[in-house]
């Protein structure tokens, strides 16, 4: 066997050795069952609690998690760490560097002003639009901001009302009150003060530790310092 045959022998060697690392350590994965909360268990249970349904438990819990899917792409859908202007305006908001008209500018600042003022007392602002949550992250944030987050996502996504929640509906409804999509936010806020410790008793219960959140936040996540505003 010439230089060539042996080289390519031993790539095929090393991708069939990679590929069994890979299945074994998938098989093994799929035999654990972790008590914590990652992005994809946490979002199935809130689902779970907001449909009003049985939490699944630990077991049942991990053998259902998605383990080679994003945590995107679970229900609801999350994205944390994003800049405020982002979670408040919209994705298309992140890095506009052409000048807005002065009318414009205002109204967005009008908006990010009330929408602050609704999460003063959470450790995140969470905006939603096109059917998924843009979650901008307090400076010293605990895990809970992430747990309340998505509890709130999945409100806002069983609720239905609105579904598009983009950007477009930023006009608010006269006299200085709050637009429709800021009506919903302020909506899905009553209701995770209401529920949401239920929602944890309940996961608790169920056997899950909603002291150990395993958040993997994507590469350029950032936080916000809410003074300098």
């Given amino acids: 066997m010439g230089p060539a045959g042996s080289g390519q022998a031993i790539v095929t060697l090393w991708a069939l050795t990679q590929a069994a690392h890979i299945g074994f350590r998938y098989a093994a994965l799929t035999q654990l069952a972790f008590p914590s909360l990652n992005q994809k268990r946490a979002c199935a249970l809130a689902a779970a609690h907001v449909a009003g349904q049985q939490l699944p438990g630990v077991d049942a819990g991990n053998r259902a998690e998605p383990l080679l899917a994003p945590a995107t792409s679970v229900r609801p859908a999350v994205c944390f760490g994003v800049p405020l202007e982002q979670a408040i305006l ?3 908001a992140a890095g506009q560097g052409s000048p807005a008209a002065p009318a414009a500018a205002a109204v967005g600042a ?3 002003a009330r929408v602050l003022e609704l999460y003063r007392q959470e450790e995140y602002v969470l905006g939603w639009h ?4 843009y979650v901008a992250l307090k400076d010293g944030h605990g895990d809970s901001a992430f ?3 998505i509890w709130q996502a999945a409100w806002l996504d069983a609720d239905g009302s609105g579904s598009g929640g983009g950007s477009s509906d930023n006009g608010s409804s006269g ?3 709050l637009s429709q999509q800021e009506q919903r936010l302020q ?3 009553a209701a995770l003060a209401a529920q949401y410790a239920g929602f944890v008793a309940a996961a608790e219960q169920a056997g899950w ?3 150990m ?3 993997v936040l994507a590469p350029g996540a950032v936080t916000f310092h809410e003074a300098e505003l």
């Fill in 130 to 133: 096109e059917g998924t949550a």
């Fill in 209 to 211: 530790d909603c002291g």
């Fill in 90 to 92: 919209g994705p298309a």
């Fill in 175 to 177: 006299g200085g009150g």
């Fill in 213 to 215: 959140v395993r958040m």
């Fill in 187 to 189: 909506a899905s806020l």
């Fill in 110 to 112: 009008q908006q990010m």
């Fill in 147 to 149: 747990l309340r987050a």
